[in-house]
Structure formats: C-alpha cells, structure tokens
C-alpha cells in the first residue's frame, strides 16, 4: 500500500503543477484573459472482446462542446490491447468538425494512441493516469501537429450507495508547430470536480464543473458545465 501511495504521488506531482500554470497564468495577466462559459457533453464506452487478459477491447467517445465562438463536436473510435487488469494500450481515429458561429465548418483529423494506468487505492478511492499522443491534420495542410495530453484522476465510491466524487486533470503540451495554427509548448490545461452516480453495473454518470485554460491570444478561461455518460462492457 505505500508503494502505491508514492506511485501516485509521484503521479500527481505534473497535475499539480499543471494546476498551478492554468490558474496562475491568468491572474499575472488578468486584463489579457477572455473568460467565457460552455456546455461540454460526452459519452464514452468501452468493450471487452474476449475474456481475461491480454485481450482486446472497442473504444468510442463522443462529445458536443457548446460555448459562444460556436460548437465541436468529437467523434474518436478506437482499438485497445488489456496488457494487465491495470495496464491497457490503446490506438484510433478523431473526426473533430467546428462550426464557428457566422463561418463554414471546419475539420480536424487526428491518430492517436495511449497508455491508462489504473488500479484501485483502497477505501473505495482508485486512481487513474491516461497519457495520450496526438498527431493532428488539417485539410489543405501537410503539416502534422503533434501533441501529447497527460489525464490525473483520482475517484472515490461509497461502500453501500452508488455515489461518489471525482477530480482529474488533464495537461496538453504541443510537441510541434504546423502552418494551420498549432503551436509548440503549453497548450491548455482542464480541471473537472463533481460526484458520480452509478445508474447500473456498467454505466455512470459525472455531471460537475469544468475549468479550461487555453494559451491563447488572448488567454482563454473557460468555465463549463460538464457532464460525462461512460459505459463499460465486459465478457463474463
């Protein structure tokens, strides 16, 4: 049980510091920053193929961000290998289309692949960390943008209701800049809290508040009302 514990410290320690970049960046330049409020709606699911482990497994996510430059949507399909109960490599595919409020769509391609840690602490609290590469195209452009994500999230479940609480933080860092508008460096930084509520074996439900920091020009802050639907199926 130490060990584990100063695994996820250790673990934690880019979080917070991410934590730090997102709300500190904007009070050293609070005139600079351009604050907004959206509504992001997601659901993900997962599907085990086969039984036990190593075995593959089916990803979809879907999303609908609405804030007031307009709407993304999100559209990410994907394959995983289960290595162990808490090690899984995953690969796929993003469709990700913006309608900018007054202009024409615009379309936004990715691969990604990605490596989740996850492993219950105890006491009903479990731990996840999610690291993702992003290789990001856009149309009439032949540069690739690369971009790494780095997800946190620490759980809790009460041992006889089907209630809990959440917070996770997810870093994006651009690895390299393309001609369309990706930038190399820090890109944005998300921090989510709220309560879960188990609806069956294989569904939750996590409504709560969303904070978005984007490195932008301005700087963006973006408070959210989130609320994230995940469906897991599993072979008995």
Known sequence: MRQHTQLTLTLLLPAMLAVGTSLGA???????????????????????LTRGVPGPSLWLDLHRRQDSPGAVMIIRPGIGLRITDALSL???????????DGSARRDEHRLW???????????????????????????????????????????????????????????????????WGAVAGYDQNRLFVGPIFRIASWARVEPG????????????????????????????
Do not use: K
């Open 26 to 48: 904007p009070c050293a330049a609070r005139a600079q920053v351009d604050r907004d409020h959206a509504v992001w709606a997601g659901a993900m699911a997962t599907q085990e």
């Open 209 to 236: 508040y969303l904070l978005v920091h984007l490195d932008r020009s301005p700087n963006r802050l973006v408070h959210a009302v989130a609320v994230n639907l995940f469906f897991t199926g599993t072979r008995d």
């Open 113 to 179: 692949e990605q490596v989740i840690y996850s492993r219950a602490l105890g006491r009903g609290v479990s731990f996840q960390a999610r690291g993702r590469l992003e290789q990001r195209f856009a149309p009439n452009s032949d540069d690739v943008a690369h971009r790494f994500r780095q997800l946190l999230r620490l759980g809790w479940m009460h041992a006889r209701q089907p209630v809990g609480f959440v917070v996770w933080d997810e870093l994006f860092v651009g690895l390299a800049d393309a001609d």
């Open 90 to 100: 995953w690969v796929g595919y993003a469709w990700v289309p913006t309608y900018p």
